[in-house]
């Protein structure tokens, strides 16, 4: 039999990078009791992004950061949009060059990842923010 | 009782720039009388993306395709495939940069949106073009 | 009556490049006998991304590797992590550009791909390596 569970995560990140949302997720899956089914994340905001990328290295992490703060630089003169700072517009630009959602199938209990891969929130702007994750599955 | 509804969206766009489409995605959810389940979006086209972006200052999208248009310059010597012109490689570059699918869930009858978060066609090619959008939505 | 169908795929790629997988993923969700529904496709890889990209003309794909290889340098001095060689960051960096995850709806028994849209798994390493890419059909 078919049903969905859902739930709003909320994470509080501190300030710009990756922060690891893994374990939450993967308690959530578990929890709901469905053995088969698909997994969706989405944040609401446009300055975050959600990620599936590699848990073993940090280093990994610093040198996406580092990757995106050179390719999308803070106070970029072609930027109009600057209401919130330097970093504002860099935050929308990162989100759209990564992604606001997620969709992870899950198989026989346990989320399809694999044996490197973490979930993420990616923090793009220079202070923490409270940030929220709707998580949906649905399966059986 | 979970079911299903699937249509699709033809958008006129205006030439390259971001066209929004939240009011007939969210009255397509609404009108599915579904209150809780999984919207999924799928353009239908290899220089189009879809986009959930910041739909209060308009300079936002201005901003995000000025950004672009440098990252992926028109005309660009490295391309070979220049069948259609010279924003025709760029346009399925910046697809490739975003993405052609979005998933958003619905909770108590609604898009889990943030307060800022619209939902855009992005058109990448510089003349106007009819772009079609697949929508399902999955839930109950 | 809704129901679900999971596998995972196998492809070995021929390093760097895209490489079509539409045809293995038509045929599973035509062997599935579902009509109607949403299949997401999710590579269980930190280095490979998935893609719904112009299958016409190959010149697209040399392009589209072209442009990243010089977006995303090899042996770019800002990256710490070396560990697997002057490829293995801008390996993670693609993957975070472009995305592990794509959901495309199936009406009429058939993936709602426009005409000149394939699906293929973008290898973003140099060598060769076999990547597995776990299928989940949800649909009626």
Redesign the interface.
């Known amino acids: 039999m078919?049903?969905?569970a859902?739930t709003?995560l909320a994470f509080d990140t501190r300030g710009r990078g990756l922060l690891e949302i893994t374990r939450p997720v993967v308690a959530f899956a578990r929890d709901s009791g469905i053995g088969?089914?698909?997994l969706?994340l989405?944040v609401?905001?446009?300055s975050a992004s959600l990620?599936?990328?590699?848990n073993a290295?940090p280093?990994?992490r610093?040198?996406?950061d580092?990757?995106f703060a050179?390719?999308?630089p803070d106070g970029?003169p072609?930027?109009?949009?600057r209401?919130e700072g330097p970093d504002d517009?860099p935050g929308?630009?990162r989100?759209?060059?990564?992604?606001?959602?997620?969709?992870?199938?899950v198989?026989a209990g346990r989320l399809?990842?694999?044996t490197?891969?973490g979930v993420y929130v990616w923090e793009h702007r220079r202070r923490a923010h409270r940030r929220?994750v709707?998580?949906?599955l649905?399966?059986?």
């Open positions: 078919l049903r969905q859902c709003t088969e089914g698909l969706t989405f609401r905001h446009t990620l599936v990328q590699e290295d280093d990994v610093g040198d996406l580092r990757f050179r390719l999308v970029d072609i930027f109009r949009h209401d517009m929308h630009i989100a759209a060059l990564t992604q606001v959602q997620l969709a992870i199938p198989a399809v990842l694999g490197w891969q929220e709707a998580l949906h649905l399966g059986g």
